[in-house]
Antibody
């Protein structure tokens, strides 16, 4: 059974940093690109970032480019999101998501069949 | 602003058919996938590809596409279908992923 479990959320001051983790199990983690998707309170879904299965390629939404860094440790089946220079508008539930296809540019590489339960990040003073 | 546009809210009478649409230039090149999200829960994939349903998704859910518009159709809507629905696809460059703004479906 595929499981994605996020952790690391919490309250942080504007300008601060936080690192999220997503522990994956039930599939061959290294064979799949993985994504982070966030949802601000009462708002819609926003794709944040993705990383290839090997970790060699990364992709970011314009809203987080230069501030967030996605990474993975395939030996630990864990996905990370390092968030720096946090702003109030980064307040959201952050989900990790597994796509149907492993290769990022595959026709199903952006279609997410498994999601974690999410972890809440609150940026406030 | 999202590259994919959805109507903010749609309503349907119990047992009737409803279509939720998603518009965007990238949909001329890429299929949309559709997600159902209920309050306090993670999104659930309901339609992907041309018109495919993951295991466990009722066959009253179907997808279609024409030009720059993708549609999710629920034939015989049930009370449990009341939820937010999101489409997603790639952006116009093909390098990034985008979501529509979401449609709140109310079943009357």
């Amino acid at each position: 059974e595929v499981q994605l479990v996020e952790s690391g959320g919490g309250l942080v001051q504007p300008g601060g940093s936080l690192r999220l983790s997503c522990a994956a199990s039930g599939f061959t983690f290294s064979s799949y690109a993985m994504s982070w998707v966030r949802q601000a309170p009462g708002k819609g879904l926003e794709w944040v970032s993705a990383i290839s299965g090997s970790g060699g390629s990364t992709y970011y939404a314009d809203s987080v480019k230069g501030r967030f860094t996605i990474s993975r440790d395939n030996s630990k089946n864990t996905l990370y999101l390092q968030m720096n220079s946090l702003r109030a508008e980064d307040t959201a539930v952050y989900y990790c998501a597994k796509p149907l296809a492993g290769y990022y540019y595959d026709s199903s590489g952006y279609q997410f069949d498994y999601w974690g339960q999410g972890t809440l990040v609150t940026v406030s003073s | 602003s999202s590259e994919l546009t959805q109507d903010p809210a749609v309503s349907v009478a119990l047992g009737q058919t409803v279509r939720i649409t998603c518009q965007g230039d990238s949909l001329r090149s890429y299929y949309a996938s559709w997600y159902q999200q209920k309050p306090g829960q993670a999104p659930v994939l309901v339609i992907y590809g041309k018109n495919n349903r993951p295991s466990g998704i009722p066959d009253r859910f179907s997808g279609s596409s024409s030009g720059n518009t993708a549609s999710l159709t629920i034939t015989g809507a049930q009370a449990e279908d009341e939820a937010d629905y999101y489409c997603n696809s790639r952006d116009s460059s093909g390098n990034l992923v985008v979501f529509g703004g979401g449609t709140k479906l109310t079943v009357l």
